[in-house]
C-alpha cells in the first residue's frame, strides 16, 4: 500500500533509513559484532577469490561490494554482468566463492550463472529480498535483505540494503580473517549514522525537486562523475535518472571524461560530481571545472567532511568505505522528480518489468 505516498518509489526511498536501522540490529550485536551465519563465514574463509554476480542494479551494488570486500577481507573480488558471465567461460581462481546480488531473486541471466556454479560445486551466496525466491533456494546460502517488497521498477532500497548487507559480511569475513581493519570497523555504529544521514538527506526533498525541475526535466542528456568508489555510484545514478525519467544520462569515471566523452557537452549540459573521497576529491573537482568550461552546468553531491561553500548537497559524513549508502540518495531523489515533473509514471516506466524472468 502507497499510503499518502503518490507512488511506491518515494515512498521506498523513504523508507531506507528503517531498513539500514534494522540490518543493523538483525545482523549485528550490540557489541557491534556481526551476527552472521558462522558456516557461511568457514566456507568463504576457504576461497582464494570471490566472485559477485549481478544484473542491472543489483550489478552496481556488487561493484561497491568489490571495494568493501577487497579492503576489509584482502580476498581479491571480481564483479560480473551475469548475461556476460554466463556465455563468457571466464577463467577461475582455484577456490572460487560465488555471490549472487538479485532484489528479486528470480533474474534469469543470474540464475544462468548459478545453474553453471552448482553443476561444478562451487559454493554460493545469494543475498535477496525474497525468500524462497529460485536464486535463494539454489544457492548454497542465503542472506535476505529485510527492505520489505519493493514495487517500483527503479530499485533504491534493494540497493543501499544490498551495500549494508556487503558491509556487514566484509566485516565477518574479515574479522575471521583477523584483519585489523574490519576488526575497527564499526558498522553497527557507522549504520546508526547513516540512517540518521538518509533521513537528513530526504527532508531536503523541495530542494532536490527545485534543482530537478530547472536543469533535469529540460535537458535530454546529463552526466554524473566520480572516482573509485564514487565512480560505482555514478553507473547508479545514470541508470535510476534513464529508466524513469528518459533522460540520456551517462555514469563516468571524472578522469576518463576528457578521453573523449567531454566533446558531448554542450551549454547547459548537467554533469553531476560525486565527491566523497578525501584522495581523489581536488582530482574531481578539476574535472568538474574542466566540464564547467564548456559550457556544462555543474552540480555537485559531497560528504561534508570535503564540503566547500559552493556544493550543491551535502551528505552527512560517515565511513569513506560506506559512502554510496548515502551519496545515491540525491541521485535517487533527482531521478524520482524529473520523472515526475515530467508527467512519466514513475513506478512503471515504459519498456521494463520489474524482474526481468528471460535471457
Ligand atoms: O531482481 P534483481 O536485483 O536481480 O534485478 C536486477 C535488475 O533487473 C534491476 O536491478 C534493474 O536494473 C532495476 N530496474 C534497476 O532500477
Avoid: C, W
Avoid at 564483479?79 to 533474474?107: C, M, R, W
Amino acid at each position: 500500500d502507497k499510503g499518502t505516498y503518490p507512488y511506491y518509489m518515494l515512498k521506498e526511498i523513504d523508507e531506507q533509513p528503517n531498513v539500514m536501522r534494522k540490518l543493523a540490529s538483525l545482523y549485528t550485536q550490540e557489541s557491534g559484532r556481526p551476527n552472521v551465519d558462522q558456516t557461511l563465514i568457514d566456507t568463504m574463509k576457504q576461497a582464494d577469490r570471490i566472485y559477485i554476480v549481478g544484473a542491472g542494479t543489483s550489478y552496481h551494488a556488487g561493484l561497491v561490494g568489490k571495494k568493501l570486500f577487497e579492503k576489509l577481507t584482502h580476498v581479491p573480488t571480481e564483479v560480473h554482468v551475469a548475461s556476460e558471465f554466463a556465455y563468457d567461460n571466464p577463467l577461475l581462481s582455484q577456490k572460487p566463492f560465488f555471490i549472487f546480488l538479485s532484489q528479486s531473486g528470480e533474474t534469469a541471466d543470474s540464475r544462468e550463472v548459478l545453474v553453471n556454479v552448482n553443476a561444478h560445486d562451487y559454493k554460493s551466496l545469494t543475498i535477496t529480498n525474497v525468500e524462497n525466491s529460485t536464486l535463494s533456494r539454489e544457492a548454497t546460502y542465503t542472506m535476505l535483505l529485510h527492505a520489505g517488497p519493493e514495487i517500483s521498477v527503479a530499485s533504491t532500497k534493494a540497493y543501499t540494503a544490498q551495500i549494508a548487507v556487503e558491509a556487514i559480511l566484509a566485516k565477518a569475513l574479515g574479522e575471521a580473517k583477523q584483519q585489523v581493519i574490519a576488526e575497527e570497523f564499526d558498522i553497527r555504529q557507522q549504520l546508526g549514522l547513516v540512517a540518521t544521514g538518509m533521513q537528513a538527506i530526504t527532508d531536503e526533498k523541495d530542494f532536490i525537486e527545485s534543482l530537478a525541475k530547472k536543469y533535469f526535466v529540460p535537458t535530454t542528456k546529463a552526466f554524473y562523475i566520480g572516482r573509485g568508489i564514487d565512480q560505482t555510484v555514478s553507473l547508479e545514478s545514470a541508470l535510476k535518472l534513464k529508466e524513469i525519467s528518459y533522460v540520456q544520462a551517462e555514469g563516468f569515471a571524472s578522469g576518463e571524461l576528457k578521453h573523449g566523452t567531454i566533446a558531448l557537452i554542450e551549454d547547459g549540459t548537467p554533469v553531476v560530481g560525486i565527491i566523497t573521497q578525501k584522495r581523489t576529491a581536488n582530482l574531481t573537482r578539476s574535472n568538474l571545472q574542466e566540464t564547467m568550461s564548456r559550457g556544462a552546468q555543474t552540480f555537485t553531491i559531497v560528504r561534508k567532511g570535503l564540503a566547500q561553500p559552493d556544493d550543491t548537497i551535502i551528505v552527512p559524513d560517515v565511513d569513506e568505505m560506506i559512502t554510496p549508502l548515502l551519496s545515491v540518495v540525491p541521485a535517487q531523489l533527482i531521478a524520482y522528480y524529473t520523472s515526475l515533473n515530467k508527467g512519466l509514471d514513475v513506478d512503471r516506466p515504459r519498456n521494463l518489468a520489474k524482474s526481468v524472468t528471460v535471457e
